[in-house]
Structure formats: structure tokens, C-alpha cells
Nanobody
Framework: QVHVVESGGGLVQAGGSLRLSCAAS????????MGWYRQATGKQRELVAD???????NYADSVKGRFTISRDNAKNTVYLQMDSLRPGDAAVYYC?????????????????WGQGTQVTVSS
């Protein structure tokens, strides 16, 4: 019911910047939280940052001070500005959307993921 589309990955030199975008569309009651996860080769998927619809943000310690997450609620879009990139930031980045859906008298929660976008950082 929620379609998630990411964009903005690519190749960048260490110290450079990239901006990821993610737009959610479809049928939902609300989107309390949107965020970004990443998965490097041979590693588990990990939270990078997320943001609530009231603007409360949460960051992994490894990206604090370098990455900035923001959100446009009117467009159901979340952004991740990545500065001072390091080789260790290289991974596939996935957008995560936590949504609620109204069905009769009940509200249900759902989690949706994008297809992933590759970020490569050369040293």
C-alpha cells in the first residue's frame, strides 16, 4: 500500500557529499516515522538516522555531526544530507517508512522499504 522510491546514491571521494531523497506514496493514514538504514557487504543492516513527523531526529553515533536528516511532510519525502563521507560509509542505503492505516475501527501499522541505493566512497 506504500510505495517507496529512493534516489541520490552514487560514487564520491572521501570527504565529499551526497544527498539522498526518498518519497513515499500510496494509501495511508499517517507516516509517523521515516528514516534511512544502510547495509555494507557482509554486515547487518543498521539504522543511520530517522525523523518523526514532528521533526524529532535520531542518529547513529557514527554519523552524528556529518549527516543531516530532514523531512517534507507535505511531500511525504525524507532527505539525508551526507557530508564528510568516509570509506566506511559505503553501503546500500535503504529508506524506511513506518506508516499507519485506517481500516474500519482499527488503525494498523506497517513498515515499507525502498529498493536501496548504492553509496560508494573512494579513498
Amino acid at each position: 500500500q506504500v510505495h517507496v522510491v529512493e534516489s541520490g546514491g552514487g560514487l564520491v571521494q572521501a570527504g565529499g557529499s551526497l544527498r539522498l531523497s526518498c518519497a513515499a506514496s500510496g494509501s495511508f493514514f499517517s507516516i509517523p516515522t521515516m528514516g534511512w538504514y544502510r547495509q555494507a557487504t557482509g554486515k547487518q543492516r543498521e539504522l543511520v538516522a530517522d525523523i518523526t513527523n514532528s521533526g524529532i531526529t535520531n542518529y547513529a553515533d557514527s554519523v552524528k555531526g556529518r549527516f543531516t536528516i530532514s523531512r517534507d511532510n507535505a511531500k511525504n519525502t525524507v532527505y539525508l544530507q551526507m557530508d564528510s563521507l568516509r570509506p566506511g560509509d559505503a553501503a546500500v542505503y535503504y529508506c524506511h517508512v513506518h506508516s499507519t492505516h485506517y481500516s474500519g475501527l482499527a488503525i494498523h501499522r506497517a513498515d515499507s522499504w525502498g529498493q536501496g541505493t548504492q553509496v560508494t566512497v573512494s579513498s
